[in-house]
């Protein structure tokens, strides 16, 4: 260190120092607002998974049925409502034969007299081997009986109130064949017969365990491809039968495809409807706010008649306007009829919003260097209420995809048996207890996209917060 | 403020004559009409029926008949339920229906302003993710199967106790509502959690909340007085309009825990076409909506006083 | 804060009217709780056409008639009764009493029948009526009510004439339509006749003594009733009304209501929960009507003829429905009609189809040919709202694509949208239902007759109208009986329209609750004498 006292300047000291223009240079570029807001939003943590998160939505959507070219809308009645699992296999058989029945001659179908207690019915057994297709049942005839009652459980009954569903019964206590056909599995059933009078049950009961043999008919086999020509006469054979890996639903459709093609619809509906009625609802309710006086009291009026209307009935009401033929697809009405609707509620918020802002400090010194309310309201309000907008469009999303559901329901929106997520999501309500795979695979889907756009929604107002950049 | 009120009286009940002119005019260009059945009627029947509800008369008439009486606050005869009046049916379910609804927005309003000030305080950190899952949970997946599981709980819970302590459906004690009205409320809570979120985050660096900080103010009384208060405005903003929504609008719940609420009428009337009931209850939506609209900017007069009104 | 006040208050006010919730069965008091699926729209008995209605007032007003656990008319009112060809006498019980006290009286019958057929009562169900002599020209407003042909001779002879013969009038007076009416009760009510609890005079097995709308109904038994010592239960509490079948199984396994329909969903839940689940036939049929109108494709014979050899109802029934109780669809006759002297479906059996997809293929063809067309256009097949309506559409979209190629649109309309277009014939193919109003095969049979209001795809044979007629015209049972199974065959023969089930459902009742009777026609569930055992 020099010391001060002992220094003394020369004339060099004064002299001209080169100018250095590289040292002037501004090194990094220029950033406007946006751009600034944009650099930020990309360093983003949530903002990068949500882009990923959204990356990976398109190639499903889009990639996703070239590499899985299933028809969404065949029907596999054979494997309805499966759960996911590994390929299937089943047997080749014949087409179904009816069967008449076994109505015993040398026994009587009426009792003669009407008996306090009969015994139970004895050497029930399965007739022929049991399959997916058929289970025929027999037994051998009690006296006194006047008919049987036939029921079916999934477990051993435990007592006579156990013996579980109650498929049918035959009328006469000679006929003592029954034949099940309802929704078979390859599963062990227990099959329980009691007697009865003809009209009231006796209370006793014979119990046996058939297990079905998963079977497929020549016809589904050819129809489906599964099989070869020659391959026709191997009965017996053990088939694969078509893998489906997310399993399938009520009507034995390939979940994974459907979950591919309606995630187009639901995609759509429920990302472009949102933008287009906040955009319309920011700018309603930014300018009802900005203005104030008669021209809020007017659009805030107008805002407050369309929420009141009977949803419902207008929906009807703009589906004959519309003219959608039967089982044509209307999203473009659809779009439409959802940004009439639905835009209030982000113009009442903005709104709100916007009269709070307006009053501080520094629009009113804006204003006083002279700007203009176009600019005020797009560089200074806006931003400001950037974070509330950001959360009604996130909201906005599921709301647009179930509101699609909710229309397609009613015929409007898209036509069965195109497939969304949003009605995908209906059906398997109805079966989310026993089926869970048919809920809880469309709402997973919904819960990623609302995911990445509540992501999105927490990075941008991360980014386009001035305030928010002393924080990091 | 009185007569600012009463301009906005007079601006509501034009609204009102408004919602029910386009009502009016939706419904009568609707296919279809309240007395078409499952079972097809003769001509000389249905006739009869036409003639007892006036709609032989042409819709220009019946119109302005509905207006007076809609004046007189009359709304006709339910041509569902035809022993009852419309008037009636509001009378008996609307209540109910108001108590759910309110519930339900005390549960959303608690709720919301709590988790969202939660999550606002851990920006980022593990209870705010928890929290915005749950949130994302909340609005992805349908009312009704939250109705559903909520239902199956209290069955549970019962059955797990041996006795029915709280009842899984029906109307009456309060305890009937607890599970309909969080159920119900749901919604509503995880919007105005991520709502409080984000205007509480707006807040936090205010120059006022600074001035507060440098004046030496307790972190706990900032909170409530500051921050707080000026970050709840957006959740008054939405709250209006969700109590008159949520009060109406509770159909599956009301129809899941068998809650005669008016909320089923209000639907099952538009499936039905049933003309009276669609008009009284829209009508009687409209006021309601249009009233807690008004209350909603009065409140915000008070909550914040650099809001001008005029 | 001035919002949690009016939130207190309000909570008060709901919580001061309130019960405590009973359970489903108590053996002490012989009462029990039920569940609703809606609030009864109408308790007037002269215009009550739905379900629920129905169900109450079976239990609260007894007509002249009723039936028995095994569908056997039994008297009620009258004690015995004759009938020919032109006209029927029931002779009244001396003991049958309003809830007022004053006797049940043949004057009592008159009034109401002709009070139905008033233009002004509007009834929607007046048709039903029309046996009588005068009935229909009454309700068209030609003729006066008091030359309708049914007379008091006495207090307690009620005559009848008719307009045709009727053989099966006996079991339509067991029918809400023919419940009477006091007329000094109804006078002086005016407006409100039926309209709350008070409202309404009873002369059943119980009176109606409280009703909350939309909210609950109590029955108590009545003390008036004739054969009150025969009616076990004290009180009937319907405490819950709503049509979520998950939610009134919820309320089931709580231990809250007595009985619960099961769909094909929550019948898994009530076999985890080891239920002893019953069957009950309904007694409707369910069928796709095509539209016949010239303009219509559906009209050509060859194409329904092609439709009717590709779908399997066993497929619909086991696959699609999945549930147990309901029957393939083969005959637009159930099999619980009766005939001459058996069952219906035994006696004349219908005709049955094997599915034969080559055959139906050449039978497109033809009907391609016949109707001068390069290629099918896309049939409209008009479906409900309700998910079980949408599914069933999606499963014949499916299966006339995959077996004939045909393409189907489904055309989903809201309820009254749906009977516009309905009416209108702006459909090919429509998903439709058939529920019997009285027990006789005609109910079913005159379905498709060409003036018949409910025919909607307007089908106009005169082979059809020729059989009606005959039956009609005719008290005869073996000659009636006779056009019926001739019209079965026409209806499968010509392919009129596409059976798809007959339906049956599967419920819970509480294993302590006996002698419930589920029936077809009439109050169904009726728990007139029922008993909780211990």
């Not at chain 1, 109805?430 to 795979?437: C, E």
């Not at chain 3, 208050?9 to 009217?17: G, K, M, P, V």
Request: charged share 20%; hydrophobic share 45%.
């Amino acid at each position: 260190m020099t010391d001060i006292t002992s220094f003394q300047p020369s004339d060099e000291d004064f002299a001209r120092v080169k100018t250095d223009l590289a040292v002037e240079q501004i090194s990094r570029p220029s950033l406007s607002y946006w751009q600034d807001a944009w650099v930020r939003l990309k360093k983003n943590t949530r903002a990068t998974i949500s882009l990923y998160i959204v990356i990976g939505l398109a190639v499903f959507t889009l990639l996703g049925p070239v590499f899985w070219q299933v028809d969404s809308s065949l029907q596999d009645l054979n494997q309805i409502s499966q759960a996911p699992s590994l390929p299937k296999t089943a047997a080749l058989v014949g087409a179904y034969k009816r069967w008449d029945g076994i109505i015993l001659e040398d026994f009587p179908a009426e009792p003669e007299a009407y008996a306090k207690s009969v015994a139970a019915v004895t050497e029930l057994r399965a007739f022929e081997a049991a399959t997916t297709q058929q289970v025929r049942i027999t037994w051998n005839p009690t006296p006194g009986a006047g008919g049987y009652n036939i029921y079916r459980n999934h477990r051993a009954p435990e007592d006579f109130n156990d013996l579980g569903l109650p498929l049918g019964s035959t009328f006469g206590g000679n006929e003592v064949s029954y034949e099940d056909r309802l929704s078979l599995e390859s599963r062990a059933y227990y099959y329980s017969i009691v007697p009865t009078d003809g009209y009231d049950e006796y209370e006793v009961y014979t119990v046996t365990a058939i297990t079905p043999q998963m079977i497929i008919t020549v016809n589904d086999a050819r129809g489906r491809n599964l099989i070869t020509a020659d391959e026709e006469n191997n009965l017996g054979q053990e088939i694969r039968l078509e893998f489906h890996p997310f399993g399938t639903d009520y009507l034995g459709r390939d979940m994974l495809a459907r979950l591919m093609e309606g995630a187009r619809v639901s995609l759509f509906i429920g990302i472009v409807a949102p933008f287009i009625y906040v955009i319309f609802g920011i700018i309603y309710g930014g300018f009802a706010g900005y203005f104030g006086g008669r021209l809020d009291v007017l659009l805030m009026r107008f805002a407050d008649f369309v929420v009141a209307l009977p949803f419902l009935l207008f929906m009807i009401l703009f589906k004959i306007a519309f003219g959608i033929g039967p089982g044509e697809s209307g999203i473009f009405p659809m779009l439409v009829t959802l940004a009439l609707l639905l835009w209030p509620a982000t113009a009442r918020l903005v709104r709100g919003q916007v009269l709070q802002i307006r009053e501080q400090g520094y629009i009113e010194a804006a204003r006083l260097l002279g700007a203009k309310p176009s600019y005020l309201i797009l560089r200074h309000i806006i931003p400001n209420t950037m974070g509330v907008i950001l959360v009604t469009l996130t909201f906005a999303v599921p709301a647009a995809i179930f509101t699609e559901a909710f229309l397609s329901f009613i015929g409007m929106g898209v036509a069965p048996p195109t497939p969304s997520w949003g009605s995908m999501c209906n059906e398997g309500i109805k079966t989310m207890l026993s089926h869970p795979h048919e809920l809880i695979f469309p709402a997973t889907f919904i819960s990623v996209t609302v995911l990445a756009f509540n992501l999105l929604g927490d990075g941008l107002t991360e980014a386009l917060d001035s305030r928010m950049r002393s924080r990091e | 403020m009185l007569a600012y009120t009463l301009k906005r009286l007079l601006a509501g009940g034009i609204t009102v004559w408004f919602i029910a002119t386009a009502t009016f005019v939706a419904m009568h260009q609707v296919p279809g009409d309240p007395l078409m059945n499952d079972k097809a009627v003769t001509p000389e029947i249905r006739k009869n029926l036409e003639q007892k509800y006036g709609l032989d008369k042409s819709a220009t008439e019946q119109y302005f008949i509905f207006l007076g009486n809609m004046l007189r606050g009359d709304f006709g005869i339910s041509f569902t339920q035809q022993n009852r009046r419309v008037n009636d049916i509001i009378r008996d379910h609307f209540p109910v229906s108001a108590t759910l609804g309110l519930l339900a927005i005390f549960f959303a309003a608690t709720g919301g302003v709590l988790w969202g000030a939660l999550t606002a305080i851990y920006r980022n950190r593990l209870p705010d993710i928890i929290i915005m899952f749950l949130v994302i949970l909340g609005i992805s997946v349908p009312s009704f199967v939250f109705a559903a599981l909520g239902q199956l709980l209290l069955v549970n819970i019962n059955s797990m106790l041996g006795q029915s302590l709280i009842p899984v459906a029906g109307w009456g004690t309060f305890a009937h509502m607890l599970m309909p009205s969080l159920v119900l409320g749901l919604g509503t809570m995880a919007f105005l959690t991520r709502l409080m979120r984000s205007s509480m985050l707006e807040v936090v660096n205010e120059e006022y909340i600074k001035t507060a900080r440098a004046k030496g103010l307790s972190p706990v009384r900032i909170f409530f007085r500051h921050q707080l208060r000026n970050a709840i405005l957006p959740v008054i903003t939405v709250l209006g309009p969700q109590v008159a929504a949520i009060t109406t609008g509770g159909f599956v719940v009301e129809l899941v825990f068998a809650i005669p609420g008016l909320g089923r009428y209000f639907v099952q009337a538009v499936q039905q076409l049933d003309y009276t009931v669609i008009m009284g209850t829209t009508v009687f939506y409209g006021a309601f909506l249009v009233f807690m609209v008004i209350l909603v900017d009065i409140i915000y007069g008070f909550v914040d006083p650099r809001v001008r009104l005029e | 804060m001035k919002f949690v006040l009016v939130l207190v208050l309000l909570l008060s006010i709901q919580a001061a009217n309130a019960e405590v919730d009973a359970t489903s069965v108590d053996f002490d008091s012989q009462t029990i709780t039920i569940a609703l699926t809606q609030e009864p729209p109408q308790l007037n008995s002269m215009k009550a056409t739905d379900q629920v209605s129905i169900v109450i007032l079976s239990h609260v007003i007894e007509g002249l008639v009723g039936y028995d656990r095994r569908g056997n008319v039994v008297p009620g009112v009258a004690e015995r009764w004759e009938i020919d060809d032109k006209t029927a006498t029931f002779w009244l019980r001396k003991d049958a009493r309003w809830s007022d006290g004053s006797p049940v009286t043949a004057h009592d019958f008159v009034f109401a029948w002709r009070k139905t057929l008033e233009p002004a009562t509007a009834s929607e169900y007046a048709f039903i009526l029309y046996p009588l002599m005068n009935g229909e020209a009454i309700n068209q407003g030609k003729m006066d009510s008091s030359e309708l042909g049914v007379f008091a001779d006495d207090d307690r002879t009620l005559r009848i004439e008719f307009a045709r013969p009727t053989g099966y009038f006996v079991k339509l007076t067991a029918f809400v339509s023919y419940f009477p009416v006091r007329k000094e009760f109804f006078d002086k009510k005016g407006g409100r006749y039926a309209a709350d609890a008070t409202d309404l005079l009873y002369n059943g097995p119980f009176r109606l003594t409280e009703w909350t709308h939309s909210a609950s109904l109590k029955m108590v038994k009545s003390d008036s009733y004739w054969d009150k010592d025969n009616i076990h239960l004290n009180a009937i509490n319907a405490d819950y009304i709503t049509s979520d079948t998950r939610a009134r199984l919820n309320l089931f396994i709580d231990g809250k209501i007595v009985h619960t329909r099961l769909d094909g969903e929550t019948y898994k839940d009530a076999l985890t929960q080891r239920f002893r689940i019953r069957r009950f036939s309904t007694g409707n049929v369910f069928f796709v009507e095509y539209n016949h109108r010239p303009e219509r494709i559906t009209r050509n014979r060859n194409l329904r003829k092609a439709i009717q050899l590709v779908f399997d109802p066993n497929e619909m029934v086991n696959k699609v429905l999945a549930t147990p109780g309901n029957l393939p669809g083969i005959s637009p006759f159930p099999v619980w009609l009766n005939g001459v002297e058996d069952k219906f479906r035994r006696e004349y059996p219908a005709p049955v189809t094997d599915i034969d997809v080559e055959k139906a293929r050449e039978l497109l063809e033809t009907a391609r040919h016949e109707l001068k067309i390069e290629s099918f256009p896309p049939l409209v097949l008009l479906s409900g709202d309700s998910p079980t309506a949408a599914k069933q559409a999606e499963y014949m979209q499916g299966l006339l694509k995959a077996r004939l190629g045909l393409d189907i649109k489904i055309d989903i309309q809201t309820f009254k949208q749906r009977l516009a277009k309905m009416t209108s014939g702006d459909f090919d193919m429509v998903n439709a239902g058939w529920g019997p109003d009285f027990d006789d095969v005609m109910t079913f049979g005159d379905l498709f007759a060409s003036w018949n209001l409910n025919n909607r795809g307007r089908y106009n044979n005169p082979a059809y109208d020729i059989q009606v007629r005959t039956a009609m015209n005719s008290s005869v049972p073996k000659i009636r009986m006779d056009a019926m199974g001739e019209l079965q065959k026409i209806i499968h023969d010509d392919a009129v329209i596409l059976t798809q089930y007959e339906q049956g459902v599967i419920y819970l009742m509480h294993p302590k609750l006996k002698g419930v009777v589920r029936r077809v026609i009439g109050a169904d569930p009726d728990y007139t004498r029922a008993r909780v055992v211990k």
